[in-house]
């Protein structure tokens, strides 16, 4: 009988930081998402009720006495940088303030908290990134400095672009057409234009009201109104009746935008005044969006005055967690993990009518001398991961009514270590830690020995199976596991349990499993089962798996004794709860998703990572030599390289780098690898050759670089050449005391020789 499965969440990634895919939107309307998330303008701010601080009372910089990168950070934010915001940067005092201020400015926008991507930071970034490259053509001025550019980054790209740039009687015109969120406070329809004044030069926003349409003409267009006005020819009376008709001869769409921004104004058409008047309100309103966004500037008070909130965390998540070391039929070990926490509990959002779930698992696995091994984003990366899934809406309601279960795995080499496993929510900071014992045994162990239990919701078998396929966490062979965190199982399912037994080589003993299973009133089910040892794979480890039948049992508590006999391992002992099937108790949510085979090469660098940090440099290097042996990848030569050098088989990397320089002989990071090699070897000839090929290569002088090459002229006795050398790095660098040690001995020996 099998288990009901639990809810799944879609695929995602297992090596990399999942990040969340942000839902298609157009980009002139995700300025008003944020202010659809955050009715008041931002949820990470105050209101605009809020007391504003008497800036008066801080010193005001001059932004011309700012560092350079400060002031151009302040450029290419100008456009949504707040006045009173402004006016708080410029009090800041020091580096560091400016410094979180810069990096809080895109925090309190960020529509979508707790996730990886910042959609409003992303958005602006594109929409700067075209504008600098596109819109200052015309000008001198910098693409974000014109109004075309200004208005690009306020509203993003315009649903179309119209360009009439050759017309008879008008000057350079483009007409830009946006659909917009009312949210932003303006109409949701509505045109731009910008204009030539003179025909040439900068596009310039044109004002219906300030500019008029005579402008639009060029002088032709202009005297030809004139002319219509005077003859009465024109259709439409007087002069604006003139400019209107030749405009609409031009093209009609220019024609309704000279009088008016907002399509089918009718009073533009009679010549109502107030029509201009209101396109120069929809002009205020655009370029007071951005206080609309940030109404004040509360967050930044707190950066002023020294109140910034400190990042506290609290451990008040409640979790379970789980993790065990499983030797898949490869051969390689893998550290299996999982923890469940309550959904609710999480970071759940609304974004756009979609849900979305983040929270931020990190981890690390230490030796006995607290060395850190590897984490949950493996052993190159100590970060943590921030995960995240999009859910429907009947899925985050499930989410909401029951808890959450996260599953992954990294590679583990053998040994025994202690694993530190986190999960928080990333927003409240609130957050649950475990600390788990784990071992991966040696192949052939002197003593019979065996994996701890698992103790599983279901096992799920892939008659597909192969090596080279993805893999699920749980996942041994064919075997898929879903493990019981909370121990809590429905009588109808069966509780499902699984082993690794690791035998001694040559053993030949019978291996007896016992079960029991109990209460308060006493045994409830025991059992004793046989496994057959001509099944151990070739390393011999034996997978064994079971189910015991829990229909006859009434819903309690309970505690489950499993035992291999003869093992190094005591018997187990569990806690565990029975459920009625017909209980209203909520399903968990599993957010989990396949990964690379056991076989993909970057597991072998991971692995060979693990290995350098234990100093089994002899056994991290045939690991990388078969791995470059499928796949030339850089990031394994790299670490090959390393660990040669760490070995002392100079030769070896000098055989190594040969023919990459060959390919690549201005690859300075390689230049730098090979004239050390050459260095240790005694080659002090070769050693110079490739130091002074890195001073080609690089602009700039380093001590990193004239250092070892003066001690590479000195060891190949050239005594003038390593002291030109020292002196010249004490010219990149007086602050060095040991080379003018260094120095002042090369002097002495230079003396002596004479």
């Given amino acids: 009988m099998t288990m009901r499965e639990p809810s799944k969440v879609r695929s995602l990634s297992c090596r990399e930081v999942l990040s969340y895919t942000a839902y298609a939107c157009c980009a002139a309307m995700i300025i008003g998402i944020i202010l659809a998330v955050f009715p008041s303008a931002s949820g990470a701010v105050a209101g605009s009720s809020q007391q504003r601080l008497d800036l008066d009372e801080w010193n005001r910089v001059d932004k011309r006495d700012l560092p350079e990168d400060t002031r151009e950070w302040l450029e290419e934010v100008d456009v949504i940088l707040t006045k009173e915001e402004e006016e708080t940067f410029l009090r800041l005092e020091t580096e560091l303030q400016r410094a979180e201020f810069m990096k809080r400015f895109w925090v309190v926008r960020d529509p979508t908290p707790g996730t990886p991507q910042n959609e409003y930071y992303d958005e602006y970034q594109r929409r700067l990134e075209y504008v600098q490259r596109t819109l200052g053509r015309e000008t001198p001025r ?18 179309t672009i119209k360009r009439l740039h050759n ?13 917009a969120n009312p949210k932003l406070g303006i109409p949701p329809f509505f045109n731009l234009a910008f204009f030539q004044r003179s025909g040439a030069g900068e596009f310039q926003l044109y004002s219906p009201l300030m500019d008029g349409a005579y402008k639009i003409l060029n002088p032709d267009g202009q005297r030809q109104a004139e002319n219509y006005a005077r003859s009465g020819r024109s259709v439409n009376e007087g002069l604006i009746g003139a400019i209107y008709d030749i405009l609409l001869g031009t093209d009609p769409e220019l024609a309704m935008v000279a009088l008016s921004y907002l399509p089918n104004d009718v009073g533009a058409l009679v010549g109502m005044s107030n029509a201009g008047l209101r396109s120069e309100l929809l002009i205020m309103d655009i370029e007071s969006i951005p206080n609309r966004i940030m109404p004040n500037a509360q967050w930044a008070y707190r950066i002023l005055t020294g109140r910034v909130d400190a990042d506290v965390r609290f451990e008040s998540l409640p979790i379970h967690a789980q993790a065990f070391a499983l030797i898949d039929p490869t051969g390689d070990a893998f550290l299996h993990y999982g923890l469940m ?24 696995v230490v030796d006995a ?87 599983l919701w279901n096992v799920y078998t892939d008659d597909e199976y192969k090596v080279y396929n993805e893999h699920y966490p749980f996942q041994v062979g064919p075997y898929a596991m879903i493990p019981a965190l909370d121990n809590s199982f429905y009588t109808d399912d069966g509780i499902y349990i699984f082993r690794q037994i690791y035998l001694p080589e040559n053993y030949e003993e019978k291996i007896v499993l016992t079960y029991q299973l109990e209460n308060d009133a006493g045994i409830v089910i025991q059992r004793t089962e046989y496994t057959d040892i001509t099944k151990a794979d070739d390393r011999g480890i034996l997978d064994h798996g079971t189910r015991i039948n829990i229909t006859d049992v009434a819903p309690g508590e309970y505690r489950l004794f499993v035992d291999v006999e003869n093992d190094t391992r005591d018997r187990e002992a569990f806690d565990i709860t029975l459920r009625d099937p017909s ?16 076989t993909d090469p970057d597991f072998a660098l ?7 940090t234990l100093g089994k440099i002899d056994e991290a290097l045939p690991l990388l030599e078969e791995a470059l042996t499928r796949v030339n990848d850089k990031e394994l030569v790299e670490l090959q390289i390393d660990l040669l050098m760490d070995a002392g088989r100079f030769d070896e990397v000098r055989d190594v780098l040969g023919p990459l320089l060959v390919e690549d002989p201005s690859n300075v990071t390689m230049l730098k690898v090979i004239a050390l090699a050459n260095a240790n070897l005694g080659n002090h000839w070769d050693s110079i050759r490739y130091y002074e090929r890195v001073r080609i290569v690089e602009e700039e002088e380093s001590t990193d670089i004239l250092n070892p090459l003066a001690s590479a002229y000195y060891a190949d006795d050239r005594i003038d050449k390593a002291r030109e050398i020292l002196q010249l790095s004490l010219k990149v660098n007086p602050e060095q005391p040991q080379i003018q040690q260094l120095l002042e001995e090369v002097l002495r020996k230079r003396q002596s020789d004479t």
């Fill in 369 to 455: 001398k607290n060395r850190i091994i590897t984490g949950v984003m493996g052993a190159a990366d100590p970060s943590s991961k921030v995960l995240q899934a999009d859910l429907e809406e009947e899925e985050a309601r499930v989410l909401r009514s029951g808890p959450i279960v996260y599953l992954d795995r990294v590679p583990l080499v053998e040994g025994v270590f202690d694993f530190d496993l986190v999960v928080e929510n990333n927003v409240t900071r609130e957050y649950g830690r475990s600390e788990i014992r784990v071992s991966v045994p040696p192949p052939w162990p002197s003593d019979l020995q065996s994996s701890p239990t698992l103790l």
């Fill in 583 to 598: 209980s209203e108790i909520s399903q968990p949510f599993i957010h989990t998703a396949p990964g690379p085979p056991p």
């Fill in 167 to 179: 017309t008879r009687d008008a000057v350079p015109v483009e007409i830009w057409s946006y659909r």
């Fill in 606 to 612: 991971d692995r060979a990572h693990q290995l350098r």
């Fill in 142 to 159: 910098e693409g974000r400095e014109t109004d075309r550019g200004r208005m690009y980054l306020l509203l993003g790209e315009p649903g």
């Fill in 341 to 364: 926490t309550d959904g609710r509990r999480l970071n759940l959002n609304n974004y756009e009518g979609k849900w979305y779930v983040t929270f931020e698992v990190s981890g690390s």
